[in-house]
């Protein structure tokens, strides 16, 4: 599972936003905000955008971090050219 998930859980903790909080901002169920939170599945594309302006709504400063989180590059992983 992928880097949405992590960024997501970092944020939340960071900032003390409940899962449940981020889910009626969302207007998705809790359920679907723990399954992402916990690695269980992937935000879908669209729904990228939707956890920002929500946490954007919530916290600004949280919606900053997970952009920048999400969009962060691996730097640990090798070329697979080399």
Same mark, same amino acid.
């Given at each position: 599972?992928?880097?949405? !998930?992590? /960024?997501?859980?970092? +944020?939340? %903790?960071?900032?003390?936003?409940?899962?449940?909080? #981020? =889910?009626?901002?969302? !207007?998705? /169920?809790?359920?679907? +905000?723990? %399954?992402?939170?916990?690695?269980?599945?992937?935000? #879908? =594309?669209?729904?990228?955008?939707?956890?920002?302006?929500?946490?954007?709504?919530?916290?600004?400063?949280?919606?900053?971090?997970?952009?920048?989180?999400?969009?962060?590059?691996?730097?640990?992983?090798?070329?697979?050219?080399?």
């Amino acid at each position: 599972m992928g880097r949405a !998930g992590k /960024a997501l859980k970092y +944020v939340l %903790q960071q900032y003390g936003i409940s899962q449940n909080r #981020l =889910a009626v901002t969302m !207007g998705v /169920a809790r359920s679907t +905000v723990n %399954q992402w939170v916990n690695e269980v599945s992937d935000p #879908l =594309a669209d729904s990228i955008p939707e956890i920002i302006n929500a946490l954007d709504e919530l916290e600004p400063s949280a919606a900053q971090i997970f952009l920048q989180l999400y969009i962060q590059r691996d730097t640990n992983r090798r070329n697979p050219s080399s």
